[in-house]
């Protein structure tokens, strides 16, 4: 990503905003590369910014007009499975949890009651 950004510039930044996991990397970066905020680069941003938007909102649209029927009948027909793997991921995250506290506190009373053996030892 340095070196494209050392080639491009600004207008690497640019395309960078609309790169899944880049977008977040090339203001830091570019930074770091020399590019100064004010001028050209903060232009580009601007500009990838203005035309990111509607190009992500519209896909957002698009994918939600033509799948949305779809994905209605899926959540009608799942519906009551969705309470059922709620409950059995509430009721595992609690059974592990008390298992984990369970362990800790023999763990802590065995160790505890090592150190008291030691001490009568010691005297």
């Known amino acids: 990503m340095r070196k494209f950004l050392v080639r491009w510039g600004s207008w690497g930044v640019f395309v ?8 977040f990397l090339a203001g830091p ?4 590369v020399g590019l100064h905020f004010h001028g050209l680069h903060c232009r580009q941003r601007a500009l990838g910014a203005v035309v990111y938007m ?7 649209y698009a994918v939600g007009y ?5 994905v209605e009948r899926i959540l009608r027909t799942l519906g009551p499975v969705e309470y059922v ?5 509430v009721v595992a995250a ?3 949890f008390l298992w984990r506290a369970i362990r800790a506190c023999r763990e ?16």
């Open 16 to 23: 960078a905003r609309f790169i899944p996991g880049l977008r």
């Open 29 to 32: 970066l570019a930074g770091t």
């Open 54 to 60: 509607p190009v992500i909102v519209a896909a957002g």
């Open 66 to 70: 033509g799948v949305g029927p779809h």
């Open 85 to 89: 793997v709620l409950t059995v991921t």
């Open 94 to 96: 609690g059974t592990f």
């Open 108 to 123: 802590n009373t065995l160790s505890y009651l090592l150190f008291l053996r030691a001490l009568r030892a010691a005297r």
